[in-house]
């Protein structure tokens, strides 16, 4: 069988992480090149793919090859047709956003509020603004790696409360949308309990595993103390060093790796000019 792995093209993004790949279809990837994708993928942590014309059945059927579709809890945004993709969008249709307009605000790493927290995403750009709305990933191994010796072994055995309720998490506040929306509280899952530091089950990798939007607190950690661990990591984590800023071009396909790195939609997009992404989320492991 004919391999696309000859023609595939492969250039680092950043020091820290990222890579861009060309001259593949991700709809008809043989498993040869998949596996040496998914290879680069586990390495580089953050894959552009450029180019892709895919259908959101096209989506699916990609990000399955990396395990099982992982369902958004909010459904109003989820493709009436296709379930597994999630529209995010600031277009309006009849008064109404066709999409989660703001989805991605504050850095995260998906999903990690429930037990089994998302281990790769799946963005496709549909439509890109002329200005704003780009995306940024953070390295969490260079995070991790770049912790004094004395903070590694502080963190060690630790375990991190994540929750979805913006309500429990000061530092952050609550979207207008939602101030009036009882089912908005409702969705939120009970908290989750994760370690500090992860391993990433294919590269054996630690990375920290903790972001602003869902990491409210430390297990068996009084509130003082646990809020002063997190500020100074949270400090430690944001250094541009750690970090790759995606601007978008219709077509782009982005992958990204939870385990070890977190993400933030950048926003910015004056009124009048319309995104919309493609998004579709795929199960990790129970973290460890
Ligand atoms: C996300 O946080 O999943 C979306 C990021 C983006 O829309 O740029």
Redesign the pocket.
């Known amino acids: 069988m004919a391999t696309m792995l000859n023609q595939m093209a492969v250039r680092p993004l950043s020091d820290a992480l990222g890579a861009e790949v060309s001259g593949i279809d991700v709809s008809k990837i043989d498993d040869p090149t998949f596996r040496e994708l998914r290879d680069i993928f586990h390495d580089r942590l953050v894959l552009v793919v450029k180019d892709q014309d895919l259908s959101p059945a096209d989506q699916t059927a990609f990000a399955r090859r990396f395990g099982e579709i992982q369902y958004h809890i909010s459904p109003e945004y989820l493709m009436k047709d296709q379930p597994e993709v999630m529209i995010?969008s600031n277009e309006k249709e009849d008064g109404k956003f066709i999409g989660l307009p703001d989805?991605?605000s504050e850095w995260?790493s998906?999903h990690s509020y429930v037990d089994q927290p998302t281990g790769y995403?799946v963005?496709h750009a549909i439509k890109v603004p002329r200005d704003g709305?780009?995306?940024e990933w953070t390295s969490m191994v260079r995070a991790y790696d770049s912790l004094s010796d004395d903070m590694k072994r502080r963190l060690g055995g630790l375990i991190g409360t994540h929750s979805f309720n913006r309500l429990k998490n000061s530092r952050l506040t609550v979207p207008v949308r939602h101030g009036n929306d009882p089912d908005y509280y409702k969705r939120s899952p009970p908290d989750s309990y994760h370690p500090v530091v992860r391993t990433h089950p294919a590269t054996g990798r630690k990375a920290l595993y903790m972001s602003p939007r869902f990491t409210i607190g430390i297990k068996d950690m009084d509130d003082v103390a646990a809020r002063s661990l997190l500020d100074e990591l949270f400090a430690h984590i944001n250094n541009r060093a750690f970090v790759y800023r995606h601007r978008w071009t219709v077509g782009d396909l982005l992958l990204w790796d939870n385990r070890a790195t977190i993400?933030?939609?950048?926003g910015g997009v004056p009124e009048g000019q319309h995104?919309r992404?493609h998004?579709t989320t795929v199960l990790g492991e129970i973290p460890f």
């Open positions: 995010l989805g991605g995260h998906d995403t963005l709305g780009d995306t993400h933030l939609a950048c995104r992404m998004r």
